[in-house]
């Protein structure tokens, strides 16, 4: 049997092509793929044909946040059958390791992540996975917020990593898909000030409709002011020493990278989600460790995709809500150059491959 997939050649060559249906192997199994939504790092492969270390040197699919209906099982495969509905997490580890044995398997040096050089994604008809890696959906969720569990889990490891309780502050540093998961996931978890800020009004518009309840043009020349005067009433504190119980920056830029530890008040907690372009950012440590704010990186996540997709399921987070635009598998050159380009009037673009 063979399959369509898109296939990356080089910067901006993105080819529709036949290519064979895999065949699950015992511990797998064959989803057929229905949506996949369009990430950051698949623009930032698509246009730069790199991201840090990892370069495509050699045809590859890319998407990984995907879903799909199960379409066979491998042997020793029970736990799903031929007819689900799914969810595939697009990162598998070895299982073996120090960091996998102790949940952190997000840290595992032997990962094996979908679209990620050499390792082909989900642009394609097929594609077979690792069982332990693929979660069933209920019936009420759409195959659109079954793909996008893969951004929500970012969001929701981001919290848990910020340890955000009832009644929390927060604030997050761009308001594009992961920033708007983060912000939901705040929410669930109880925080109840929750400022967004992003240089497009069309994200901080959406931002307030998922739950935002302050929005800050980043534009604006006082943006730190106004997230003080914002919690300064809640702890009493003033200054420097004001600001959120938690900042998440989610832009992935460097002004935002400062900005995330400076706007975290006195004792609270920055979470570098987003990944700058440049690797050396300078930062005022010294005001950081005299404030005494913990600064925490974040690599994907860990444990995740069960909470997500309960959250998702018992509408806590709306999903659905992100889908600004859709291109079908043939378009998906189109798609990844509309992403790439719209920003200002798009949030997340989905493939449809069905």
């Known amino acids: 049997m063979v399959m369509k997939a898109a296939v ?3 910067i901006r060559d993105v080819r529709l092509e036949s290519r064979a249906v895999p065949a699950p192997a015992p511990f797998e199994v064959l989803v057929k793929i229905e949506r996949v939504g369009v990430c950051g790092s698949d623009v930032h492969y ?3 044909g790199k991201i840090g270390r990892y ?3 050699q045809p590859m699919i890319l998407g990984h946040e995907s879903a799909g209906v199960i379409a066979a099982v491998g042997s020793a495969v029970s736990s799903l059958a031929v007819g689900d509905r799914v969810s595939l997490e697009p990162g598998v580890t070895c299982r073996q390791c120090y960091h996998c044995k102790r949940g952190r398997y997000n840290l595992c040096p032997n990962v094996t992540f979908m679209a990620t050089p050499p390792v082909d994604g989900a642009f394609a008809e ?6 332990d890696f693929v979660f069933k959906i209920p019936d009420s969720m759409s195959l659109d917020s079954a793909a996008l569990l893969e951004p929500l889990a970012v969001g929701v490891w981001a919290v848990q990593r910020a340890g955000v309780s009832m009644g929390a502050s927060v604030a997050v540093f761009g308001a594009g898909p992961i ?5 939901q996931a705040a929410k669930a978890a109880g925080a ?7 240089l497009e009004e069309f994200r901080l518009d959406l931002a307030r409709k998922l739950g935002a309840t302050h929005t800050i043009n980043g534009r604006d020349p006082d943006v730190l002011e106004q997230i003080r005067a914002i919690t300064s009433p809640l702890t009493g504190l003033t200054g420097s020493s004001a600001g959120v119980d938690a900042a998440f920056e989610t832009a992935g830029s460097v002004p935002t990278c400062r900005m995330t530890i400076e706007a975290t008040r006195s004792g609270g907690v920055a979470v570098l989600v987003g990944l700058p372009s440049e690797a050396l950012v300078s930062l005022d440590i010294v005001a950081a460790a005299s404030r005494e704010v913990d600064i ?3 690599f994907r996540y860990a444990n995740c995709y069960p909470a997500a997709l309960e959250l998702v399921a018992h509408g806590r987070v709306n999903l659905d809500a992100m889908i600004t635009h859709r291109f079908t598998l043939d378009q998906a050159q189109q798609a990844l150059e509309f992403a790439d380009k ?3 009037a798009s949030m997340k673009v989905m493939v449809e491959i069905g």
């Open 8 to 10: 990356m050649h080089g």
């Open 46 to 48: 698509f246009t730069e």
């Open 296 to 298: 925490r990186g974040q």
């Open 192 to 198: 109840t000030t929750i400022i967004a800020v992003d």
């Open 126 to 131: 097929f594609v077979a996975w690792p069982a």
């Open 179 to 183: 920033g708007c998961t983060t912000l």
């Open 55 to 57: 370069v495509v040197e």
């Open 342 to 344: 719209e920003k200002r």
